[in-house]
């Protein structure tokens, strides 16, 4: 039980020991390579050179000292005061960075980069332009395409119904036959001859009859019809032809 007790305080501290590892080296590699990597930019005349290079070693400083050998070493609030230090140190190099940058800008060779770098910004928010309205014409093709997909799946589902109701009274609607009948001047002579459809919405039924007209000659006649596909009941027709 001793051993164990024991055991956790120092598996933490080597835990801890390899974050503090994590955060502590990149910074001081971080700030090695600022001052390493911007000699043209400091060579510009208006460019703050000492306070960067302060700015470089307040990073570097921060880094070795949140490191374990040192930061074990420190008080509790010392622990603390270290944390923002390297935090300070961070952003005090980052603002010193960007008026090296702007000191450079004002160079001729740094307006030719800022243009380059401007141009290259500009291309890119074209070509992201360029993407994203494709993706959008994609995207508007699809929905194009799924909408045709419901609009065909809809329409089949409306013709299988029509087809339905053909079937349950041999080939032809009753009701319609039934408004014909009453239509002509012999009832009687009504010889339904073929019933379609035109459709499925709006006037989706045409019918093909034989009848007498008012001579007693028999003529073929047409009518259309909008049936309802789910009761086969007749919403609408239209008027004879042909007769």
């Known amino acids: 039980m001793t051993e164990s007790t024991s055991d956790k ?7 801890w020991g ?3 590892w994590i955060v502590a080296v990149p910074l001081v590699l971080f700030a090695m390579l600022m001052a390493l990597t911007n000699g043209e930019h400091l060579a510009s005349p ?22 374990p050998p040192i930061f074990f070493r420190l008080p509790k609030s010392g ?36 243009a380059e770098l ?6 890119q928010v074209e070509l992201d332009a360029e993407v994203a309205n494709r993706q959008r014409q994609a995207d ?26 053909l079937a349950m ?6 009701e319609l036959k039934d408004r014909v009948k009453e239509s002509l001047h012999n009832p009687d002579s009504f010889e339904h001859v073929e019933t379609s459809f035109l459709g499925v919405t709006g006037t989706n039924t045409f019918m093909t009859f ?26 609408s027709m239209g008027d004879l032809s042909s007769l």
């Open 18 to 20: 390899v974050l503090q």
């Open 79 to 114: 622990k603390l005061l270290a944390y923002f230090a390297a935090i300070g140190a961070f952003f005090f190099l980052g603002a010193m960075l960007g008026q090296v940058q702007e000191a450079y800008y004002k160079t001729p060779a740094g307006q030719v980069a800022k």
């Open 210 to 235: 034989r009848a007498e007209n008012g001579f007693g000659a028999t003529r073929t006649g047409r009518v259309s019809a909008r049936v309802d596909p789910d009761s086969c009941e007749v919403k």
């Open 169 to 174: 009274f041999g080939g032809g609607v009753p």
């Open 118 to 123: 401007e141009a290259e910004a500009a291309r």
């Open 140 to 165: 508007e093709r699809e929905a194009d395409a799924q909408r045709q997909r419901e609009v065909d799946a809809e329409m089949a589902d409306t013709e299988a119904k029509l087809r339905r109701c």
């Open 46 to 67: 208006d460019a703050p050179v000492t306070t960067f290079y302060i700015a470089a070693a307040c990073l570097a400083l921060a880094g070795l000292i949140i490191s």
């Open 9 to 15: 305080p120092s598996l933490l501290r080597r835990g």
